[in-house]
């Protein structure tokens, strides 16, 4: 019923923007204009990895990643489709009404991403914190009124998608109080590399990938792996920031670890220096930024709501083989790492010397590995999820990267 309804008043959802687009001749500066066509072709994005993935998996599928009836998976995917479909109408309805034609030459390369459910799930999760970023991210580039609040209307739309996606993958539905804003960049150093044959005009950070193998628990020292440094990095910091936090927390690449404390969406950047970046988009300083951000995804407290939908087991779960290759520290470190945390809240503070708990406390994870640039075409080595029955666990998720 709900499919069939939306379907139906497809033409509705798009009449307020009908209304903004006809009463009167207008124009459009280029920052506006751009924002609008990077909104366009994320859009266009998510619908066609929602059409891709829909006419791949069978009802099978979706019980062989857990869930207690494919009918669910299936009927609320299809409804996340519809909706992008109609974001794209009404945001292609706009741009002509400013006498502009959308950008139409992009197209997109999921193979990488629809291996499985639960790998296509975990990237959809991505998508959908990374859409609400991207939204809220470009924001302060847009003077138009009318512009602004049909993307506070879309917006609050992928809200409702990012939460939905959650509890499809076992975390809580509203890990934070806010969600974290994402420059285009920054969003390209994710998202980027699904897009393929077109020029954003907008130039991707480079991308970031951690490499650890086996499990990855709360205190596991972090390493990676980026187009912008060359072999095991030294001199450089690794930045956790989560919505809400006005600084990120800044540890020395060597002491980069998965640390007590935050929950949900987490990006992760490498820098060149120990300030902590600024929480805030505007304000975020980019020129000591190397590569990323990543996201990752931690989850603390697993959610009750998730068991009534799907396996606990099988969420954001698989085997990555190998031996693990993971470091932890001392728990004697721990109290650093918190009061760091702690300190965040305030002031933006250096954390050279901080470092993290091996405490394991049942917390779980997934992290994408992060994409590359808008014009990238060869595809990473298949890595699928991983997880333990306690601590956090990152979930890779192939996708293509630099050559």
Known sequence: MRVSTLYLSAAALLAPLAVWASPLPRTIDAP????????????????????????????????????????IAIT???????????HVSAIEELIVSFGQTPLSTCTFDFSS???????????????????????LGAAHLVDDPRVLTAAASIVTIEAR???LLNVFQGFS?????????LSPNEVLAIAGSFIQGCDLGIQANPSLTVTNTGSITVGTLLAFSSSAFSGTPSGFHCQMLIGGMPFSLSLPISQCVVPQGIDGPVAIWITSDDQPLNGGVVDRQSNAIVAGPLMAFINSQPDFLSSLIRNGSNVASGNNGGSPSTTTVS???????????????????????ASATSDTSGASAT???????????????????????SGVVFSMVPVPTNA
């Open 32 to 71: 506006t204009l751009e924002v609008l066509n990077f909104a366009f072709v994320l859009e266009n994005l998510e619908t066609e990895f929602y059409s891709k993935a829909l006419g791949k998996f069978q009802p099978s599928d979706f019980l062989s990643a857990g869930f207690i009836s494919s009918d």
């Open 76 to 86: 609320e995917i299809t409804v996340i489709q519809i909706d992008e479909s109609v």
């Open 113 to 135: 991403a629809l291996t499985d459910v639960s790998t296509m799930l975990t990237i959809a999760q991505v998508v959908e914190n990374v859409g609400v970023g991207a939204y």
């Open 161 to 163: 998608h990012q939460t």
């Open 173 to 181: 539905p509203i890990p934070q109080s806010f969600d974290l804003a």
């Open 331 to 353: 728990p004697a470190q721990a109290s650093v790492l918190l009061s760091s945390l702690s300190a965040i809240g305030s002031t933006p503070t250096s954390s050279a010397n």
């Open 367 to 389: 992290s994408s590995m992060p994409m590359a640039s808008a014009t990238s075409s060869t595809s990473a080595p298949s890595v699928t999820a991983s997880q333990t029955s």
